[in-house]
């Protein structure tokens, strides 16, 4: 059974820092590019930062440079160093494959910038 989950969100000022952690079971993070994404509330859920298998990543233009996505396969794990948020930062956080797979969306991390 896949499970994704997710950790490590909380309230913070603008300027902040915090890393997410996402623990995936199952084989699909062996074999699977990662990504997260976020959910901002009434917007749809986009795709912020992803990394291949090979540790290739890309980020969305409104993250680049601020945030770092990582993955460790001896811990089944994928991390997003967030730095220097902005409000418009607020948001649900979620990991999944890149491209997305509907029945992996766990339950997200929520993460609130405050100005």
């Known amino acids: 059974q896949v499970q994704l989950v997710e950790s490590g969100g909380g309230l913070v000022q603008a300027g902040g820092s915090l890393r997410l952690s996402c623990v995936a079971t199952g084989t699909i993070f062996r074999f699977n590019a990662m990504g997260w994404y976020r959910q901002a509330p009434g917007k749809q859920r986009d795709l912020v930062a992803a990394?291949?298998?090979?540790?290739?990543?890309n980020y969305a233009e409104s993250v680049k440079g601020r945030f770092t996505i990582s993955r460790v396969y001896a811990k089944n794990t994928v991390y997003l160093q967030m730095n220097s948020l902005k409000p418009e930062g607020t948001a649900v956080y979620y990991c999944?494959?890149?491209?997305?797979?509907?029945?992996?969306w766990g339950q997200g991390t929520l993460v609130t910038v405050s100005s």
């Open positions: 999944n494959t890149n491209p997305a797979e509907s029945p992996f």
């Open positions: 990394i291949t298998r090979g540790g290739s990543t």
